[in-house]
Each structure stands twice: as structure tokens, then as C-alpha cells.
């Protein structure tokens, strides 16, 4: 699928309407390509908090370079800020003083991340200098430019040895189209990550469940999972098997083609992961619907089907599988949301409540989960898959350009989001809902 926008705006007649209209120039986002080291450069470490003393050696454990000092005529890479020293609104002025002098020095795609106490753990001048963090990175991420990201994440004290899968993520170019988001590690269990052996294949001896898995988002969540190491068992419907069928083949994996909606689905589902796998790690609620109507309009089969489809089969297979204990210790949940469930979208009050619905059913299990089992979900923005080749084309160009990188994402990169919950190193990261939306302008 391709974006023909971003293939006109290179030509040399598109450089020069994008120069005199003042046109959106998106930059080409690198992504990235299993066996290439996490981040192709150096990253500056600024700030002075509590992470700070670890940071040198952790990103070393990840392949990734770092230093603290900088170099006359040295381009780079990323910048991590440790904000977590800043107790008062005075503080904040670090930022200036580290951001400043550095943001004309930042290669191609740059990634900045600015890690941060979660404010609810605080109180007082503390709580309300960690709260402004939000309205830096949000609009940092505007600025930035190049297919540059940025990201604040939340840690909660007592997680601070369980950042290294997400500075992982948000370093490198599988967050490519993950940008603005804020993230909290360690927010609602107190875990240790599990230790990984092997960053390139963080899923190794794991099972998966993929829905949806015979194409678009979930075909690529597979491989993704799949490239980490995992052992998908992809699920499809009957209509899809032969493609489901052939994608297992090529991956090593499993399939079960069903309806999730049937009756016997969760208990078929539940019975194939204990007896075939000896049980599931990772569950994605890939698996999603649309039935667009105006409300006025709205027959009741297609509000009916869009709820059923996305949002009640993955509540009670989960159900299922977390009463069965058929998800193993440290098993995580994933679900796909979408930013239609944030901001709303005219036409899709059905698909819209199902996908809010998802983020409800994320805070509603965080807590309670135990054993190490985390909940979280991606909302996916304007994402280039066969679902949106079917908008119209004025419609669709509109819809990519919304969003600070001008462009549409990838079905990768909501797999790669998907990925790093999924990791062992994510025990800590629970009760998240991320969006892989180019921080898109609806719902921000
Ligand atoms: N494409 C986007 O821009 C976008 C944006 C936001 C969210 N999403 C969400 O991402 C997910 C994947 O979307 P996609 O674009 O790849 O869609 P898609 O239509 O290409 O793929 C969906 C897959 O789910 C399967 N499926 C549907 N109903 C099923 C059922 N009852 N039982 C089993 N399998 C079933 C389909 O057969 C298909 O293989 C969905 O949840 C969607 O709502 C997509």
C-alpha cells in the first residue's frame, strides 16, 4: 500500500510546490530491520534524577550508545532526559538549558525521550512540575521535525529497574510512528521485569495468540512476534484460512480458525492453547470490525456485530483464559483500540464505543491481574491497510496528513508497539493504552 502523496512531494516538481504552497513535507520514517543495532548513532543523556546513574549502562546493555558530553560539529541521534530530580515549576528551566542548544544538532528521525516520576505518586510543587512534563513533550513532538519523536514516560519509584525494554522501543525506529504519548511504568504493580536474555529475541520459547492474524495489522503482529522469538497461533475466521493457513506455514506457527464471536470460542480457544502449547504468554485482541452508519441510520445487526466482533469476544476469551489459568505467569494481554474510541468519529458511534470499550477493558483489569500479567492496548491512527485503501481518496489524504508526521503509518509499527508489551523486560509497564498515531491532531 502505498502513499502517493509522499511519493510526489520527492519528485522535483513536488519539492517545489511543498516549497512554495507550504505544502507538508513528510519525511520518509526508517523503520526498523531485524539484525540492525536499536539505534544508528549516539544518544545525550541529560538531566540529573534518580535514573540518571543507571542510564550509561543500561543503554549499553541494549547496544545503544550513549554519552553526557557533547562534541563541537557532533550530530546525534536521541536525547534522554532524566526530569526526575525536578521537584518545582523553577526547575523545569533544565529543560531549556539541555533541549535548546541540542535540537539543531539531531540527525534524521531523532528520537527524544524525557523520562519523568509519575506525577499521582507525588504531591505538591513536585506533582505539579512533573504534570507540566506533558505539555513539553506533546509539543516538542510538533516541533521536532525530520520523522522525530518524542515521548514522556512516567516512572513510578521502586520501577526504576524495569525501563530498559521501553527506552528500548522508544530509542530506536520500531516506535517510527509513536509519537506524543505518555507512558507510566510501575503505576499499578509493583513487578520485576523479567530478566532478558537476548534483546533480539526477547519472545523466545513464547506463545502467542494473534486474532485477526491472516492479514493486515495481525499479519504483521505475527511476524513481528514471530522475528522476537514467539510461536504465534493465529486466529481467523473460516473465510480466511488458506491465507491463515499459508502464514503459519511460513512462520513456524499455529493457527484455529474460528468466529471469535461463536459461543464455543473462548472454551475451543482455551482448549487448544492448555492442550497444544501447555498454555498462552501473550494474547493480542487483534481482531476488528467496522460498520459505518450515522446513528440515525444505524440498523441493529451492525451495531450489534461491531460490539460482538470487538469488544465482547475478547472480554470473555480473556475471561476464559485468565479463569482457566491458561495464561502463564507474566502473560501479557494486548488490546487494539483505535483513536476513533478517543476522539470520536462521525459515522462510527458503534465501532467507536466498541474501541473505547477496549481502553475501559485495559484500567479495568490492570489492577487486578496478578502474577506478573499485564494489560495494554495500541489505538492505532491513520494506518495504511486495505480497511483504509477503501476510503475515499480525498478523504484518506486528509487523513494522513493529520498528524505531526504528515503522513500515514505502517502496519509494523502498531506490531512493534505491540512487541514491546509484549516483552519479558515489560512486567513493569501495565495499564497503558498507546497510540500509534504519528501523534495525529484528533483526540490529542
Ligand atoms: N487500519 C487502521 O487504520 C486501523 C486503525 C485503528 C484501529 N484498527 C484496528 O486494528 C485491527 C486490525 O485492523 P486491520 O486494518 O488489519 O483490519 P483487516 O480487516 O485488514 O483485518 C481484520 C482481521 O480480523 C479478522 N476478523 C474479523 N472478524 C473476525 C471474527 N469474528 N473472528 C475472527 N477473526 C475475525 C478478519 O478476517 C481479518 O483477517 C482492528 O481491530 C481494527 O479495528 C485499524
Not at 26 to 54: D, H
Not at 243 to 255: I, V
Not at 397 to 402: A, H, K, M, N, S
Not at 415 to 421: G, V
Request: net charge neutral.
Amino acid at each position: 500500500m502505498s502513499d502517493r502523496y509522499q511519493g510526489f512531494v520527492s519528485s522535483p516538481i513536488g519539492k517545489l510546490l511543498v516549497k512554495n504552497l507550504g505544502l507538508p513535507s513528510p519525511t520518509r520514517l526508517e523503520r526498523y530491520a531485524a539484525g540492525e543495532p536499536l539505534v544508528q548513532g549516539t544518544v545525550v543523556l541529560g538531566g540529573a534524577g534518580r535514573l540518571s546513574a543507571q542510564l550509561p549502562t543500561l543503554l549499553d546493555g541494549l547496544g545503544i550508545a550513549s554519552t553526557s558530553t557533547t562534541a563541537e560539529g557532533e550530530t546525534y541521534k536521541g536525547l534522554v532526559f532524566d526530569a526526575t530530580g525536578i521537584t518545582d515549576a523553577a526547575g523545569l528551566i533544565a529543560l531549556q538549558e539541555f533541549f535548546t542548544p541540542l535540537l539543531r544538532r539531531l540527525d534524521t528521525c531523532p528520537r527524544v525521550v524525557v523520562l519523568g516520576t509519575t506525577p499521582e505518586s507525588v504531591t505538591g510543587s513536585e506533582r505539579i512540575a512533573q504534570r507540566a512534563l506533558e505539555g513539553f513533550t506533546r509539543s516538542l513532538g510538533k516541533e521536532l521535525g525530520k520523522g522525530g519523536t518524542v515521548q514522556l514516560v512516567y516512572v513510578t519509584e521502586g520501577a526504576d529497574d524495569a525501563v530498559a525494554s521501553t527506552l528500548g522501543f522508544f530509542l530506536s525506529p520500531k516506535s517510527a510512528y509513536v509519537s506524543g504519548q505518555v507512558v507510566r511504568i510501575g503505576a499499578h504493580q509493583e513487578k520485576k521485569a523479567e530478566p532478558v536474555a537476548d534483546w533480539t529475541r526477547p519472545l523466545e520459547g513464547k506463545i502467542a495468540l494473534v486474532t485477526g492474524a491472516s492479514r493486515g495489522i495481525g499479519e504483521q503482529i505475527a511476524r513481528v512476534l514471530h522475528r522476537d522469538g514467539a510461536k504465534v497461533v493465529g486466529v481467523d475466521v473460516p473465510q480466511a484460512a488458506s491465507e491463515l493457513q499459508a502464514l503459519m506455514r511460513e512462520l513456524d506457527g499455529d493457527f484455529l480458525t474460528l468466529d471469535i464471536t461463536a459461543k464455543d470460542a473462548p472454551q475451543r480457544i482455551a482448549h487448544h492453547l492448555s492442550t497444544e502449547h501447555g498454555g498462552v504468554d501473550i494474547v493480542v485482541h487483534n481482531a476488528g470490525i467496522t460498520r459505518d452508519k450515522k446513528l440515525a441510520n444505524m440498523a441493529e445487526d451492525r451495531w450489534s456485530s461491531v460490539i460482538g466482533v470487538n469488544l465482547t469476544a475478547p472480554e470473555k476469551i480473556t475471561r476464559v483464559l485468565l479463569d482457566e489459568k491458561v495464561v502463564n505467569d507474566n502473560g501479557r494481554i494486548i488490546g487494539v483500540a483505535s483513536i476513533a474510541g478517543i476522539a470520536g468519529n462521525v459515522g462510527q458511534t458503534n465501532y467507536a464505543a466498541s474501541k473505547a470499550g477496549v481502553i475501559g477493558f485495559v484500567d479495568s483489569l490492570a489492577d487486578d491481574l496478578g502474577r506478573g500479567i499485564t494489560i495494554n492496548a495500541v489505538a492505532p491512527g491513520f494506518i495504511i491497510t486495505a480497511m483504509t485503501a477503501a476510503v475515499p481518496f480525498a478523504t484518506r489524504e486528509v487523513g494522513q496528513r493529520l498528524n505531526a508526521l504528515s503522513q500515514g503509518g505502517l502496519p509494523v509499527d502498531v506490531a512493534e508497539a505491540i512487541a514491546w508489551f509484549a516483552s519479558p523486560g515489560s512486567t513493569a509497564v501495565n495499564g497503558n493504552v498507546v497510540r500509534v498515531c504519528g501523534q495525529m491532531m484528533l483526540g490529542a
